[in-house]
């Protein structure tokens, strides 16, 4: 013969008790229908779970989303290859930012050159080779040609939010 089925103590029960419980649907297949069970939570370790989980999906959301705040081509001459100074520049980030000083301080501006918003305050300028060291970089072949000296046609977008710049991405200025 087999075991009855025996009820748990009821939610109204537990929760006079002061135990902490929950409510869930269970099927049995003899009855053929749905029970409700009710078990106590342990020393409310259930409520804790959830509240952290609330938590956690709070901080994970991002504040505001990241969106392209200026976007410019610059064609990165022969003049924008080398420092004020006449030193040859190896590092993207300071190639770009001397392209920018050229444009703003000097006036030494390609025809292809284009304006942008951001970079006019040598300030900013200044933060031209850390925003490009933030970002993905520029291509492979990219880089390997201006390293070489050869010029290049790019496209030049500054990702950040609140107008405020957090990195820059460089791509291929032609097509």
């Known amino acids: 013969m087999s075991e009855p089925i025996r009820a748990a103590p009821s939610g109204a029960a537990l ?3 002061g135990i902490p419980s929950t409510h869930f649907p269970l ?3 003899r009855v053929g229908g749905t ?3 009710c ?3 342990q020393g409310g370790l259930f409520m804790k779970r959830i509240i952290l989980a609330g938590a956690l999906a709070l901080l994970a ?3 505001t989303a990241q969106e392209v705040i200026a976007a410019y081509y610059a064609y990165l001459s022969p003049q924008d290859l080398r420092n004020s100074r006449g030193a040859r520049l190896a590092d993207i980030g300071a190639i770009l930012q001397q392209d920018r000083a050229n444009f703003h301080r000097f006036g030494l501006r390609d025809e292809l050159d284009e304006h942008d918003p951001l970079f006019a305050s040598s ?3 200044a933060r ?3 925003l490009y060291a933030r970002g993905p970089g520029a291509p492979g072949y990219i880089v390997d040609l201006l390293r070489r000296g050869e010029t ?3 496209h030049v977008r500054v990702i950040g939010h609140g107008g405020r710049p957090d990195y820059i991405e460089v791509y291929e200025g032609a097509g």
């Open 35 to 37: 029970l409700m069970a």
């Open 128 to 130: 031209i080779p850390e």
């Open 27 to 29: 099927r049995h297949p």
């Open 15 to 17: 929760f006079m008790s």
């Open 39 to 41: 078990y106590p939570l």
């Open 152 to 154: 290049r046609f790019v």
């Open 123 to 125: 300030g900013t300028r």
């Open 61 to 63: 959301a991002p504040a």
